[in-house]
């Protein structure tokens, strides 16, 4: 089985993307592939889009920063909009743009949400289920591969999972965070997860 982990680079003025470092530490495995995304709206739809052409993948699992988050948020729904609050890497701020003009509103996430968020929790560390990956990159890489999964990819499972600031980056200290550690074994897990392998 094929799976492709996806992070995210910095952006937002953050020195460092806690799920770039994450993807670095997960433990190799075979059928494993990583890649990390820019954050813009133009590179990061079509960098994962060539990824999966090549490398056809039977799941995709997206991770990216949510900031102020207290648990690892496994998303169950991407909306086709883009609307940014901040600009992203390139400058650009998007708003109220479809995805895919001839997309539907919005896809459920084709992983197994619950099962990843009960697992993790399992491990003692915090996890739930979030109802919106938002209408940032994030949301956008979530959306395009669902679209890509239902209109030229067949089968292939895809979803995200947002993570909170780890403890280690420097970062406003109201907001709560995780060890970066932690993030690992979770992402770690929700891979076994997605493999059907038991706890
Ligand atoms: N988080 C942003 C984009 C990149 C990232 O790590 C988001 O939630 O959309």
Not at 17 to 22: C, G, K, Q, S
Not at 48 to 66: F, T, Y
Not at 67 to 87: F, H, K, S, W
């Amino acid at each position: 089985m094929k799976i492709l982990v996806t992070a995210f680079e910095p952006f937002g003025g953050d020195a460092v993307n806690p799920t770039m470092e994450a993807l670095s530490r997960l433990a190799p495995r075979e059928g494993l592939f990583k890649l990390v995304l820019p954050v813009t709206f133009a590179g990061a739809g079509e960098r994962v889009a060539r990824a999966i052409e090549e490398l056809r993948p039977d799941a995709v699992l997206s991770l990216g920063l949510a900031g102020g988050r207290d648990r690892i948020t496994p998303e169950r729904v991407a909306i086709n909009l883009d609307d940014a609050r901040i600009a992203d890497n390139d400058g650009f701020q998007p708003v109220d743009a479809p995805i895919a003009p001839d997309g539907p509103d919005a896809y459920f996430t084709t992983l197994p949400v619950r099962e990843i968020a009960r697992r993790i929790g399992d491990m003692g560390i915090p996890a739930g289920l979030s109802l919106s990956a938002g209408a940032y990159v994030c949301n956008h890489v979530m959306y395009t591969c669902l679209h890509l999964a239902r209109t030229k990819y067949p089968g292939m499972k895809c979803g995200f999972v947002h993570v909170p600031y780890t403890a280690e980056m420097p970062h406003d200290a109201s907001k709560p965070s995780l060890p970066l550690a932690d993030i690992v074994r979770a992402v770690e897990e929700a891979v076994r997860v997605i493999a059907g392998e038991d706890a």
